[in-house]
DNA sequence: CTGTTAGCGCTTTCAA
DNA sequence: TTGAAAGCGCTAACAG
């Protein structure tokens, strides 16, 4: 490199409020009072100050502030992981809710993690309150301890007394997309997906049961299967070998659907002519695809911004009744469920 | 109506480390002691304080800890934006590394925020160091000032004196995917997208410049585009109408590519067979399509675990030689650069 | 092994 | 409009 960094730059203790009011001549009562924007500052005051931090280039404490003003304008937010696009709109939508409302973002991954309530409780050191996914597998017993001593937000959990709730609807969307694949003739539906996994999952078969109930025929177990990739191509392998037999899948989400799809053509299965697939969430690959994956569209940013609004609501104690949020979803109609695909000219487009 | 003082919340003042002392009948320090798992506790006094705390439901304070130990055990984070898995992939890298050094981790997303120079200086007043993407669009001045109070680590950014930088190689492997394509004996070959967006582009289009010349022939000006879906279909709109003249696309990254990709198929014309797509970064669609996307893999998880890790070396003063981190790439060839796809059995696997 | 005691850097009365 | 001073909750000498 052409800079050669004679000397390498060291990050010493720093500048601090002491050292900026010496520097401009008053007293850290006033550098205080303008850092904080306060109004009953004499303009020549505020510029010295403002100078004498500038060159100082002052860096404050956030630890310091929170100490004094006993709280740490930060929220924490615990996701399972980050693969997909489904945590990460939810952590879009709470980080630039959170920053509106003037809060940093401490996140936590829960997957891997050792040691994962003392992790949460670590996190909840630092934070005036957090929010949780509720599939992270963290023990009820850490939740309910957490929501004791500071607000806590469980996305897409069950409710709890201690803590509040927010999720998109589940039930009856997919009694919805349930009842439109039953409207194609279709009669031998299975539900892909582990309802025990998550109260989304099981509100998703729930809706799958009703839908069924009301067209008066019964409705399969469902397969328990996990939300991979690997385990939706394994189940197009059980249907190919005849192990499991259905003329339509409804796939808790659309990485399983996908992989289903991909696997049960690439083996020369016709979808939706031979068996529909329907899935859950509308990742961008869903209108890739071919045929277009008719799916779920989930609200998942909205999610994750009522998520720290309720937390703050919490921390600053607009005491809003506890309880139970949910947010709607709506139907993607495409073609993998049996409706004809739309003309060439426009299939590429959402 | 109640005077100022009567809070709704629900969440207390909660109990210090003076309330656990008074309640386990010992000192703070000795509470401090057995919380820091300091070994030179007597197992009574170590239960006891346990107890206290649990029974106290004692949450600490970090903000009181960092201030007595003058650092606060937290890594910046800053991404533009989370869509697509590039970001997120860096992100959990990043998390997992931070959380095995004991660090904790605050997000920042730049995109949207108004006063960015301001919202940065703001983490920075909470974490012991920073990570920011290249492209984050963080004025340099900012950047330097940062890197002046605290380390900084710039991902697939461009060097710079005071701040380390770690990225992935863009160069060879961009002149190696381009000579891939020219091996299928395509002629007139196009890099889409903007090389003055972040270095990472400039450098690709700099391989793909680097592979024409020693193949003896002149490369094409880049065509620049942004990197969204949109921008692709555009694009391919533009080859359709004949305003613009290629044999095979080098696209700066996946989205650009598949866009493209369906949106020429959907018109008529045939991939590979009358022009070559290649992509880069290896996002999940990219082996879902029909061809798959001949793309270039970027260990994105390592990057953002070298972020941290560079981080930590700086905060904990291992004074390293300050400068750039390259890490690998590798090429993975499917079908839509000419390549005979696999046969069916496999087709869905990575 | 335990307790006492200074701070850490900032905010915030309270007086002047 | 300003400054002095008292904490905020925790850590870490330093004695005992």
């Known amino acids: 490199m052409a800079t050669g960094s004679g000397h390498p730059t060291r990050h010493p ?45 002052y860096v404050p404490l956030a630890a310091a502030r929170s100490l004094a003003v006993r709280h740490h304008e930060a929220h924490g937010l615990v996701l399972p992981e980050l693969s997909g696009p489904y945590y990460s709109e939810l952590l879009m939508g709470f980080e630039y809710r959170a ?78 997309i349930t009842a439109h694949v039953l409207g194609h003739g279709r009669t031998r539906l299975l539900f892909v997906g582990d309802p025990t996994v998550s109260p989304d999952i099981r509100d998703r078969y729930a809706g ?31 249907l190919l070998r005849g192990d499991l037999e259905a003329d339509a899948l409804v796939c808790a989400n659309d990485e399983l659907a996908l992989a289903v799809m991909v696997r049960l053509r690439g083996s020369g299965l016709r979808v939706p002519e031979d068996v529909a697939v329907v899935g859950w ?9 071919e045929p277009g ?24 104690g607009s005491a809003a009744p506890r309880g139970a949020q949910v947010i709607p979803t709506h139907l993607v109609i495409r073609s993998s469920c049996g409706c004809p695909p739309p003309p060439v000219a426009v299939r590429a487009l959402p």
């Open 13 to 57: 203790a720093g500048a601090t409020i002491y050292s900026v009011a010496e520097r401009a001549g008053v007293s850290i009562a006033s550098v205080s009072r303008v850092l904080q924007g306060s109004q009953a500052v004499s303009e020549k005051t505020r510029k010295r100050v403002l100078e004498a931090a500038d060159e100082l280039h």
């Open 99 to 176: 920053a509106e409302l003037g809060q940093s973002v401490v996140l936590m991954l829960a997957e891997g993690k050792a040691d994962l309530p003392r992790a949460v409780r670590k996190l909840a050191t630092r934070v005036d309150g957090l929010a949780m996914l509720g599939s992270s597998a963290i023990p009820d017993e850490t939740v309910s301890a957490l929501g004791g001593s500071k607000p806590v937000v469980l996305i897409a959990g069950d409710e709890k007394a201690t803590v509040d709730t927010v999720s998109s609807e589940n039930t009856s969307s997919a009694r919805e």
């Open 208 to 238: 799958f049961v009703a839908a069924h109930a009301s067209a008066g025929i019964v409705a399969a177990e469902a397969v328990t299967v996990s939300l991979r990739e690997a385990d939706g191509t394994a189940l197009a392998d059980r």
């Open 281 to 289: 969430d509308d990742v961008m690959t869903a209108r890739y695809v």
């Open 293 to 316: 994956l008719t799916t779920v569209r989930q609200p998942v940013r909205e999610l994750g911004a009522r998520a720290s609004d309720l937390l703050h609501e919490r921390i600053t």
